[in-house]
């Protein structure tokens, strides 16, 4: 079963671009790399996935390298409402497409 | 466009007692549909998944069970609710269990007393 390990908080202030990274030592073949944002109270929403190299869209940038055993999640320019908690999690491809949640990343961004 | 409704938001119960949370999507069907239990402190902890009617996947042991009565609804029961129990409760569904993208619920809140 892959699991991932994140950093526990992040600080960083406003204009500035954050990278978390994700550790998934154990990831299978054919699972992906799955990020999504999570404000209080309310359910988590997806962010983005990607199984190797870059993948970017119009809220962040993916980059898993060639190995696969790590990710970083890039926010370019985070303003205050980015703050959140955010989750790295291996979409398990062979077992159905379950998602397993580690911990997360609480991101705090300051003026 | 598709939806899903949990209810209810929030929810005070003795210990010992029933438990009934339900959840419905809208606008799709036979979507994959899953409950996560998020207790204090975050981290999402996978309850049950299901990929169709009747066909449901426990995760963790506990005194808790699902069932999928209709292709888009979903209910999480308990016959005697655990201090242990409490938590903030969120229904999600998937459309293609491959890409990864789940859409929440607004959550049920559960405080066991």
């Known amino acids: 079963l892959a699991k991932t390990t994140q950093p526990i908080s992040m600080d960083s202030y406003e204009g500035q671009e954050v990278n978390i990274t994700c550790s998934h030592n154990?990831?299978?073949?054919?699972?992906?790399i799955t990020w999504y944002q999570q404000f209080p109270s309310q359910g988590p929403r997806f962010i983005i996935q990607?199984?190797?190299t870059k993948v970017t869209n119009e809220v962040a940038s993916l980059f898993i390298p060639a190995d696969r055993k790590s990710s970083t999640l890039s926010l370019p320019r985070v303003s205050l409402s980015d703050t959140a908690v955010y989750y790295c999690?291996?979409?398990?491809?062979?077992?159905?497409?379950?998602?397993?949640f580690g911990q997360g990343t609480e991101l705090s961004v300051k003026p | 466009s598709q939806t899903i409704h949990q209810w209810p938001a929030t929810l005070v119960q003795p210990v010992g007692s029933p438990l009934s949370l339900e959840c419905t999507v809208e606008?799709?069907?036979?979507?994959?549909l899953y409950w996560y239990r998020q207790a204090a402190g975050r981290g999402l902890q996978l309850l049950f998944y299901?990929?169709?009617?009747?066909?449901i996947s426990s995760e963790v042991p506990q005194n808790l069970s699902a069932s999928r009565p209709q292709d888009r609804q979903f209910i999480l029961s308990s016959k005697k609710l655990l201090l242990s129990d409490s938590g903030f409760y969120l229904c999600a569904w998937s459309v293609d269990s491959n890409t990864g993208e789940l859409f929440f619920g607004e959550g049920s809140r559960l405080t066991v007393l």
């Open positions: 299901s990929v169709g009617i009747g066909q």
């Open positions: 606008g799709t069907s036979n979507p994959n």
């Open positions: 999690l291996a979409l398990l491809y062979n077992q159905g497409g379950k998602l397993i």
């Open positions: 154990n990831i299978a073949t054919n699972d992906y």
């Open positions: 990607g199984y190797k």
